[in-house]
Nanobody
Framework: QVQLVESGGGLVPAEGSLRLSCVAS????????MGWYRQVPGKQRKLVAA???????NYADSVLGRFTISRDNAKNTVYLQMNSLKPEDTAVYYC????????????WGQGTLVTVSS
């Protein structure tokens, strides 16, 4: 069974920082590129950052230079360090295997809510 458990969200003022964590079941994590996605109510889920099994990373333009994705393969965990947060970063954040189209993925965790106050 697919398991993804995200944590670390919360309420933070603009320019603040948060670190999100996601523990994934081994069947998902092993050798797979992983991604962090976010979704605002009424809008589609979007890819924010991705990391290969070897540690290569890619970011959406909107978070480049502010967010850092990393992974600990021994712990089946992927992280998202978010700095210089902006109100427009407010969303529910999810992790999953990487796919350029999040709609192609059909198993998601509960997500973690990030709220950035202005």
């Amino acid at each position: 069974q697919v398991q993804l458990v995200e944590s670390g969200g919360g309420l933070v003022p603009a320019e603040g920082s948060l670190r999100l964590s996601c523990v994934a079941s081994g069947s998902i994590f092993s050798f797979n590129p992983m991604g962090w996605y976010r979704q605002v109510p009424g809008k589609q889920r979007k890819l924010v950052a991705a990391i290969s099994s070897g540690g290569s990373t890619n970011y959406a333009d909107s978070v480049l230079g502010r967010f850092t994705i990393s992974r600990d393969n021994a712990k089946n965990t992927v992280y998202l360090q978010m700095n210089s947060l902006k109100p427009e970063d407010t969303a529910v954040y999810y992790c999953n295997t990487f796919h350029p189209d999040p709609n192609a993925l059909d198993a998601w965790g509960q997500g973690t809510l990030v709220t950035v106050s202005s």
